[in-house]
């Protein structure tokens, strides 16, 4: 493997908690701190589309699909770090929520509507 290929979140994982290691940056990777650095660049993630138009944001061009990469990467570095913090496995999780969702937005009531599943006609 190369020393840039992760081919798994677990490799993620591991090569995310190896760099903080290197660093000596554990005491500063609590939940807390990470859900704090997580919703930060989560938020940096909505600037490259700020003032486009919903068709430009489907068509950005090459600066600016750069600059999403860069914030998704950030977004699930962060996200991957906390998860292992907390021993959540974050395809299980997924999983289980799909599930959920599946349960809570059934495709007779939801399909091609945006209503939240509280709002279903009962």
Do not use: C
Not at 80 to 91: G, N
Request: charged content about 30%.
């Amino acid at each position: 493997m190369r020393p840039h290929e992760i081919d798994s979140l677990d490799t993620l994982r591991l090569r995310i908690r190896e760099f903080a290691r290197a660093r000596a940056w554990e005491s500063y990777h609590t939940p807390k701190n990470l859900v704090m650095a997580l919703s930060v660049e989560a938020a940096e993630l909505l600037e490259p589309f700020q003032w486009l138009t919903p068709e430009q944001s489907q068509h950005l061009n090459a600066e600016q699909h750069e600059a999403v990469r860069q914030e998704i990467a950030d977004v699930l570095i962060y996200l991957t770090r906390l998860a292992d913090l907390l021993s959540i496995d974050l395809l299980d999780a997924a999983a289980d929520k799909l599930a959920l969702n599946a349960r809570k937005y059934p495709v007779e009531k939801a399909h091609g509507n945006a209503l939240k599943y509280s709002e279903f006609e009962k």
